[in-house]
């Protein structure tokens, strides 16, 4: 079983930036795929970002494109989420999720690992 931990999360003025971490405990996840999603209070969870296992390759959400970037250091088991040029509407909760497999996805619904999420808000 993986455990995921998120953490970064906070206030931030609109064009800053955070960074979210993703720390998995209980086994590797170096050969599962990851992503990011988020969710807004009164709106549904949505995707955000992914990776696949290796890194080399990503996917994001149209909105997020250009100012976030998702990596990870499998020698840490860690996944991050560069977030810059944060705008009042990407104000939500930040999930860590993880896939069973190694192929990343764009889907909310394809991850069996969850975290428990980080509160991220933009101030305008």
């Known amino acids: 079983q993986v455990q995921l931990v998120e953490s970064g999360g906070g206030l931030v003025q609109a064009g800053g930036s955070l960074r979210l971490s993703c720390a998995a405990s209980?086994?590797?996840?170096?050969?599962?795929?990851m992503g990011w999603l988020r969710q807004a209070p009164g709106k549904e969870r949505e995707f955000v970002a992914a990776?696949?296992?290796?890194?080399?390759?990503?996917y994001y959400s149209d909105s997020v494109k250009g100012r976030f970037t998702i990596s990870r250091d499998n020698a840490k088991n860690t996944v991050y989420l560069q977030m810059n040029s944060l705008k009042p509407e990407d104000t939500a909760v930040y999930t860590c999720?993880?896939?069973?497999?190694?192929?990343?996805?764009?889907?909310?619904?394809?991850?069996?690992?969850w975290g428990q999420g980080t509160q991220v808000t933009v101030s305008s």
């Open positions: 990776i696949n296992w290796s890194g080399a390759i990503t």
């Open positions: 209980g086994r590797t996840i170096s050969s599962y795929a």
């Open positions: 999720a993880g896939r069973g497999v190694p192929v990343a996805t764009t889907s909310a619904r394809s991850y069996n690992y």
